[in-house]
């Protein structure tokens, strides 16, 4: 599978990170696929109870708990191989949002009035600024 099958099925964004991969970015942290193999990453995130994020399933690696800048407690974590029926749970964890799919009322209701502030935006335009034709001489 790949990253964009991934992403359509889910209806995610994707985007590309610092060094041109291309991931799905969430709030908490980024999905990404190694090979056909769906992981996690998060970096500095709250510390989670282990038992929590191992309901995602997959290999699971977590970091130390440190303090940052603000001297919050941070935790950084890794899942690898995470099976691809608890890809919900881990959309969840990243805190990844979902594209909107909207109903066909709610689309052409969307449509209607995108188009009457088109028509609105047309009959108010300003006339365009006249150039000047004699060029005003330069005082020395």
Same mark, same amino acid.
């Given at each position: !599978?790949?990253?964009?099958?991934?992403?359509?099925?889910?209806?995610? =964004?994707?985007?590309?990170?610092e060094?041109?991969d #291309?991931i799905?970015?969430?709030? #908490?942290?980024?999905?990404?696929?190694?090979?056909?193999?769906?992981?996690?990453?998060?970096?500095?995130?709250?510390?989670?109870?282990?038992? =929590?994020?191992?309901?995602?399933?997959?290999?699971l690696?977590?970091?130390?708990?440190?303090?940052?800048?603000?001297?919050?407690?941070?935790?950084?974590?890794?899942?690898e191989?995470?099976?691809?029926?608890?890809?919900?749970?881990?959309?969840? !964890?990243?805190?990844?949002?979902?594209k909107?799919?909207?109903?066909?009322?709610?689309?052409?209701?969307s449509?209607?009035?995108?188009?009457k502030?088109?028509?609105?935006?047309?009959?108010t335009?300003?006339?365009?600024?006249k150039?000047?034709?004699?060029?005003?001489?330069v #005082?020395?």
């Amino acid at each position: !599978m790949t990253i964009e099958k991934f992403a359509e099925q889910f209806r995610l =964004r994707i985007v590309r990170d610092e060094s041109g991969d #291309r991931i799905i970015p969430g709030k #908490r942290g980024h999905l990404y696929l190694a090979g056909s193999e769906l992981c996690v990453m998060v970096i500095d995130c709250v510390p989670v109870h282990r038992r =929590r994020w191992g309901t995602v399933g997959g290999k699971l690696w977590m970091g130390d708990i440190s303090l940052d800048a603000h001297g919050r407690r941070v935790q950084d974590v890794r899942i690898e191989n995470i099976p691809l029926q608890n890809a919900l749970a881990a959309i969840k !964890m990243v805190r990844a949002r979902q594209k909107r799919v909207l109903s066909t009322d709610a689309l052409e209701a969307s449509r209607g009035r995108m188009l009457k502030a088109r028509e609105s935006l047309s009959e108010t335009r300003s006339p365009a600024p006249k150039t000047l034709l004699e060029v005003q001489p330069v #005082r020395k």
